[in-house]
């Protein structure tokens, strides 16, 4: 009874649209009228989009940034949490960009990468005024600096959950290894890392889930897609299909395949974690 309240919400909020989103999936629907059933000719009109292949592709470049926003805020939690000289400043710094909303950091990162931004000054200042250029217009450097600017933006936000899950661990085990003579590299990965799986395992999801479906606010704020197409993603496309072409039923099949896609590495991902963690504990 207690949960009923919670219970409804979910099923208001997320049970019925998830619905809605596969029954409109085989559909042919503009959002208004009648609504015509197409069955699976959606989804082949996906598969043959080559606009589709090419946000797909540009999602799994983000998806590149994963093992960065895994490896270095553990390395730097592991720092703070051995609280080395201003230790305190940088924990509030690598937060910083976590408290802003995503549309301030793309306005800023925008601002800042332009052509008369601090970026390309920067490089003036240091005799390298020949490489001066609109970073996030300019086609390959674009995605590479849109990569920067959402490691930068949830770094701090991953260095919060592994400090939370480093201040659970005993303070014993870690103070043996350095008695033992274990470095900062072999403590962290041997000591460390195995004792934060359930730390990783959030971190290696969420950091999959923000590159397959939460690139969209930074992708419209930055470079709206451009130039041309070279940083469109899957949720750009579903914009445009559902509120710009007024092809909702489409667009819902584009948006129940990204679902279906990230749920599917999402759950090998925790199962690849889940079973080294058992084999660890067998051996």
Known sequence: MYALPAVGVVLVFIGYPFASLIYHA????????????????????????????????????????????VIVPLAIAYLIY????GWRLFRSTFFLPAVYSTVVLGLLARNIFSVT?????????MGLKFLEKNWLLYPPWSIPTI?????????????????GGMSALPVEMIEAARL???RFVRTLARVIAPNLKNSMELVLVTSTITAFAYMFTYIYVITNGGPGFDTYVVEMLVYNDAFVDRALGYASAI????????????????RMLTGRGRERVTQ
């Not at 989804?43 to 043959?48: C, G, L, Q, S």
């Not at 051995?82 to 000289?85: A, D, Q």
């Not at 948006?255 to 925790?270: E, K, M, P, R």
């Open 180 to 182: 033992d003579g274990s």
């Open 82 to 85: 051995c609280r080395v000289p």
């Open 147 to 163: 990569l920067l600017i959402v490691i930068w933006a949830n770094f701090g936000y991953n260095v919060i959950i592994y400090l």
């Open 255 to 270: 948006g129940l395949l990204l679902i279906v896609v990230t749920s599917t590495i999402g759950f090998f991902q925790i």
């Open 26 to 69: 085989f559909t042919n629907w503009s959002g208004f009228g009648p609504v015509g059933w197409v069955g699976v000719r959606n989804f082949v009109n996906v598969y043959h989009d080559p606009l589709f292949r090419l946000s797909l592709r540009n999602n799994a470049i983000f998806a590149l940034m994963v093992p960065v926003q």
């Open 117 to 125: 931004g601090p970026f390309n000054g920067l490089l003036g200042l």
